[in-house]
C-alpha cells in the first residue's frame, strides 16, 4: 500500500474524527503544548536579545549560551527531565523551551544590531528617550528578523511536540507512537502527515504576521 493510500485512509477514516482520540482533540492539545513552550521561550528569549542588541553588550555570551542550548538534543533531555521530574507537561516543557531560545535569542540580538544608526541618532537628536529609540525606532525596524526568530522556533517547537507522547502526553504525536506500538502504520503516517502540515501552517500564520505587523516601508527593503 502508498503512502498516499495510508494517508487517504487515515482522513477518511470516521473514527479518527471524534472523542478523546480524535483528530481536532490531538490537535488542540499539540497546540496548547507547542505555544506555551512558545511563549516561555519568546518570555524568556526576547526581553534578553533586545536589550543586549540595543546595548551592544554581552553578544559573545549570548552567542556561547545558544549554541550550547542548540547542542542539547531534546528526546535526550526529556527522557532526562522525565526519570529527574516524573510524568507531567513540565519534563515535555524544558527541552521544547530550551530548543525554541537560540532562534529567538540570536535573531532578535541580529536585529537590533542591524539597524541603521542614522534613524537612531536622528530620534536621539530630536528628543527621544531611550525607551522611545527602542520601541518606536529600533524595534519596528527590527521586526522582520524578530519575526523570523520566532517563525523558526515556532516550526521547530511544532515538529518536536510529537515527543510528548512519548511520556504518556497527548498531541499528534500520540498518532504516531500508537500507531507504531499497534504496527498500524496508516496511523502513523497519518499522525506524521499532521505534524508536517501543522508546520507548514506556522509558516502561512507568520507570513501573514509579516504581512500584518510590518510597515510597508520596512518590509520594501527586505
Known sequence: MSILQFISDFFRDSAHWHGQTGI????????????????????????VGLITGHTGRGGNALALIATAARA?????????????????????MIPLVALAVPPILVNSYEAMRTVEPSPVDAAR???????????QVELP?????????????AIQ???TTAI????????????VVDGLYQRNYEIVVGGATLIAGLALA?????????????????????
Open 24 to 47: 481536532p482533540h490531538r490537535l488542540l492539545e499539540h497546540l496548547q503544548y507547542s505555544f506555551m513552550a512558545l511563549g516561555i521561550a519568546a518570555g524568556i528569549a526576547l526581553p
Open 157 to 159: 517547537v511544532v515538529s
Open 72 to 92: 542539547l538534543p531534546s528526546y535526550g533531555l526529556l527522557v532526562l527531565m522525565f526519570f529527574w521530574l516524573g510524568i507531567g507537561l513540565t519534563p515535555v
Open 125 to 135: 537628536g530630536m528628543g527621544m528617550g531611550p525607551v522611545a529609540v527602542l520601541f
Open 141 to 153: 525596524v527590527a521586526l522582520p528578523l524578530i519575526l523570523s526568530g520566532l517563525r523558526s522556533a
Open 202 to 222: 506556522m509558516i502561512a500564520l507568520f507570513w501573514l504576521v509579516g504581512r500584518l505587523a510590518v510597515s510597508p516601508g520596512v518590509r520594501g527593503g527586505r
Open 164 to 175: 510528548a507522547a512519548t511520556v504518556s502526553l497527548g498531541g499528534l504525536g500520540r498518532f
